[in-house]
């Protein structure tokens, strides 16, 4: 048996588009036998995040975050012709055309084959998330939960 | 060429085709040969690579119009 090949990717990115990128490498290595691990940070977190309103408790300013702040990988926005939400109506459209699988599958993908999400805390503190509004599949940590896993890695990725 | 398991992975897009082909494979025994067709262009490369990464050896490799087909032996 050879030794286990390890895969980070840091999503910080919160665009569905790039999104797509990070969960389309995670379930491809998660293929290839590799222990696959997912860092969200800053914009990332929004694609961990439940579609529905949740009561928590937030001041003024992290109301607004949570409001402004796409809730859920589905209500994500475009890096490119986004066209005010559009682009993303459009593009769904094509990838269903294509039989491609869309971001939420995608996720529900990696969380079958293993693949671990993390959620920095740090950043939530910043963006005023609270972990009863990510999936229940999220584990949560820091910098060094991140470099503990990269150091062994033989694919890191920052998207 | 003896087929043990049969997927058929046509229409499916990238990265689903190595995705089915790794859990048809774990359930498989040494030896054992996996039957897959797919019509992703992208998958030709990718099953190749996917396979001598897993130290599985492609038997055979055919094209019939739009479908392509492997038979991979599991290592």
Request: one cysteine or more.
């Amino acid at each position: 048996m050879t030794e286990q090949k390890k895969t980070t990717i840091v999503l910080f990115s919160g665009d569905y588009d790039k999104a797509m990128a990070a969960y389309i490498i995670a379930n491809g290595a998660a293929a290839y036998d590799h222990e696959v691990t997912i860092f969200h940070t800053f914009w990332g977190l929004n694609a961990l995040r439940k579609d529905e309103p949740i009561k928590n408790n937030k001041n003024f300013i992290e109301k607004l975050f949570g409001n402004m702040m796409p809730r859920g990988a589905d209500k994500l926005g475009l890096s490119q012709m986004n066209f005010a939400g559009m682009g993303p109506k459009m593009i769904k459209h094509v990838m269903k055309k294509h039989n491609a699988m869309t971001l939420p599958q995608l996720i529900d993908m990696a969380v079958e084959q293993d693949v671990k999400l993390i959620a920095c805390t740090m950043t939530m503190d910043l963006l005023g998330l609270g972990e009863i509004e990510l999936l229940k599949e999220v584990e949560y940590g820091g910098v060094a939960a991140y470099l503990g896993e990269a150091q062994d890695g033989q694919v890191n990725l920052f998207i | 060429m003896n087929t043990t398991t049969f997927l058929d992975a046509k229409g499916l897009a990238c990265p689903m085709p190595i995705v089915r082909a790794k859990k048809a494979m774990k359930d498989m025994q040494t030896g054992e040969v996996l039957e897959i067709h797919t019509t992703d262009k992208g998958s030709v490369s990718d099953l190749t690579a996917w396979a001598a990464s897993g130290n599985h050896e492609i038997k055979d490799q055919q094209q019939e119009s739009d479908v392509f087909k492997f038979w991979i032996q599991k290592g």
